[in-house]
């Protein structure tokens, strides 16, 4: 097993570590070791960008059609130049 040692530890954090600790009937040690263990059980699962949250977003709507204009010519712009 590896040994760590937390340095400038708040305080206040300190205070509320050994509070819940009490409060769990453990030591600090043992709720600090729980506490990783439970923060750090957990997976996130992050999309890889936008248009993929995007896609999961909407995925339950089903689609949507649109009626697209047609294009027209691109206009030139005006000569001021005269």
Do not use: C, W
Not at 4 to 11: A, P, W
Not at 42 to 48: K, L, Q, S, V
Not at 60 to 79: C, F, N, S, W
Request: aromatic share 2%; proline share 5%; no cysteine.
């Amino acid at each position: 097993m590896a040994n760590m040692t937390i340095r400038n530890l708040d305080d206040g954090l300190k205070k509320r570590l050994r509070i819940r600790a009490a409060e769990h009937g453990r030591s600090m040690e043992d709720e600090a070791r729980d506490i990783l263990r439970a923060a750090l059980s957990t997976t996130e699962n992050r999309a890889a960008n936008l248009a993929t949250v995007i896609r999961i977003r909407v995925a339950p709507l089903a689609g949507v059609t649109l009626d697209l204009p047609q294009r027209e010519p691109i206009r030139y712009a005006p000569d001021f130049s005269e």
